[in-house]
Nanobody, 125 residues
Framework: QVQLVESGGGLVQTGGSLRLSCAAS????????MGWLRRAPGKERECVAA????????YYADSVKGRFTISRDNAKNTVYLQMNSLKPEDTAVYYC??????????????????WGQGTQVTVSS
């Protein structure tokens, strides 16, 4: 079973940058797709970025494409989300999550079985 702890959220002005980190424990980290999902006030939870277990495949929601970059370091059991050119509409709680199945690439939020506690990202206008 994977356990996840996020860090790096905070308050930033429009146009600013933040880097989120997610430290994972457990032996199956390197076999699972990892995702960054967010829940904004009044909106459904969405997957904004995902990365396959090798890091060879990535996915980005249209709303963040070109601004966010997901990466992972399997030697450190860590996944990152670099967020640039932040907008007020990026304000949300961001969660790191591990796919429920091994060796499967998916961006369906309900397919992520383990979630971190979440970290708040607030972008001021």
């Amino acid at each position: 079973q994977v356990q996840l702890v996020e860090s790096g959220g905070g308050l930033v002005q429009t146009g600013g940058s933040l880097r989120l980190s997610c430290a994972a424990s457990g032996r199956t980290f390197t076999t699972r797709t990892m995702g960054w999902l967010r829940r904004a006030p009044g909106k459904e939870r969405e997957c904004v970025a995902a990365i396959s277990w090798t890091g060879g495949s990535t996915y980005y929601a249209d709303s963040v494409k070109g601004r966010f970059t997901i990466s992972r370091d399997n030697a450190k059991n860590t996944v990152y989300l670099q967020m640039n050119s932040l907008k007020p509409e990026d304000t949300a709680v961001y969660y790191c999550a591990s796919h429920r199945d091994t060796y499967v690439m998916s961006t369906t939020t309900t397919h992520y079985g383990t979630w971190g506690q979440g970290t708040q990202v607030t972008v001021s206008s």
